[in-house]
């Protein structure tokens, strides 16, 4: 099993940035994407970031604004937001796969870890 464990998350300003954190726990050696999803109040979670086990391939909804990054001697993960709108109002989650691939990373089904999410609210 893994554990993943999100922190960052605040209430910033317009255009203020944020760091997210998602350190994982466990199995951590059977962890091969990692990936951020983002679900506001009323809506479907979604797709915002993601990252292969080593690096190689990131993606993102707005790679102007939102950069991923991991750091496998740390098991950890982290989200880089800039710029922030209220729009990104949201509550962010973490998750994990436990194998790499060659596909598409942006598809829920893909992630079989998650964590707990942390807040993100942006004030206009």
């Known amino acids: 099993q893994v554990q993943l464990v999100e922190s960052g998350g605040g209430l910033v300003q317009a255009g203020d940035s944020l760091r997210l954190s998602c350190v994982a726990y466990?199995?951590?050696?059977?962890?091969?994407?990692m990936g951020w999803f983002r679900q506001a109040p009323g809506s479907e979670r979604i797709h915002v970031a993601a990252?292969?086990?080593?690096?190689?391939r990131t993606i993102s909804v707005d790679s102007t604004r939102f950069s991923v990054s991991r750091d496998n001697t740390k098991n950890m993960l982290y989200l880089d937001l800039n710029n922030l709108r209220p729009e990104d109002t949201a509550l962010y989650f973490c998750?994990?796969?436990?194998?790499?691939?060659?596909?598409?990373?942006?598809?829920?089904?893909?992630?079989?870890?998650w964590g707990q999410g942390t807040q993100v609210t942006v004030s206009s």
């Open positions: 998750a994990a796969a436990d194998k790499d691939t060659y596909g598409p990373l942006d598809s829920r089904d893909l992630y079989y870890y």
């Open positions: 466990g199995r951590t050696f059977s962890i091969g994407v």
């Open positions: 990252i292969t086990r080593n690096g190689d």
